[in-house]
């Protein structure tokens, strides 16, 4: 089946520690997103990549980073840099043709600090 | 500047009864699309519906339609007929594609159905 695999589902960082988060689709889309969730709150941008080897700053960056070096995988690795990464982190993907199609989603990961 | 805009941050609806949540946006695109996710309490984001900017006739899915006003840059979910399982954090997004590709999401509102 077809769809976006996010892994771990928990997962626990001591304070000073980088860790990278897991994102793998295989819907053949182009583009791919991370977003951070924080308890009742919307979703927020970190970074998105339209293509293979290309990748832009969403609007909270700072502390995060990202590669692309093959069109299903886009992971993201919190750095010792973020002070507050204790959050749910969504990876999402979508064809880049037009407006006109949804993002589809994997199942998340929540980070805790420890 | 916010681009989508939900003003309810929570609500409550008996069941079987219908619910309207509320969504704006700003945009100075002509080209964009209008969604709408739900977000149960184990945290995955289920799509629901679609309403693109130059559509006419308002979208619907099943128990879902939006009613989308463009003069009013309003994109509301109804929800006819709710069921126990509808309660969840509902958000609405806004992409427009031809300008940088992105997904814009309001803060969301969490329905709560009683029974």
């Known amino acids: 089946d077809g769809g976006i695999t996010q892994s771990p589902k928990y997962l626990f960082r001591k304070e000073g520690q980088n860790v990278t988060l897991s994102c793998e689709q295989n819907l053949n889309h182009d583009a791919m997103y991370w977003y951070r969730q924080d308890p009742g709150q919307g979703l927020r941008l970190i970074y998105y990549s339209q293509i293979v080897n290309d990748f832009q700053k969403g609007d909270i960056a700072e502390g995060y980073s990202v590669s692309r070096e093959k069109k299903e995988s886009f992971p993201l690795t919190v750095t010792s840099a973020q002070k507050n990464p204790t959050a749910f982190y969504l990876c999402a993907s979508s064809s880049g043709d037009g407006w006109n199609t949804e993002a589809f989603f994997g199942q998340g990961t929540r980070l805790t600090v420890v | 500047a916010q681009k989508i805009t939900q003003t309810q941050p929570g609500m409550f609806v008996q069941e079987k009864e219908a619910v309207t949540l509320d969504c704006t946006y700003d945009t100075s695109d002509q080209s964009y699309g209008l969604f709408w996710y739900k977000q149960p309490s184990s945290g995955e984001m289920i799509f629901l519906i679609y309403?693109?900017?130059?559509?006419?006739q308002n979208a619907t899915e099943g128990r879902y339609s939006l009613n989308f006003q463009k003069a009013r840059k309003s994109a509301n979910l109804v929800i006819s007929a709710s069921q126990l399982g509808d309660s969840a954090m509902y958000f609405c997004?806004?992409?427009?594609?031809?300008?940088?590709?992105?997904?814009?999401f309001g803060s969301g509102t969490k329905l709560n159905v009683k029974p």
């Open positions: 997004a806004m992409r427009d594609a031809p300008k940088d590709n992105k997904f814009y």
């Open positions: 309403q693109g900017s130059y559509d006419e």
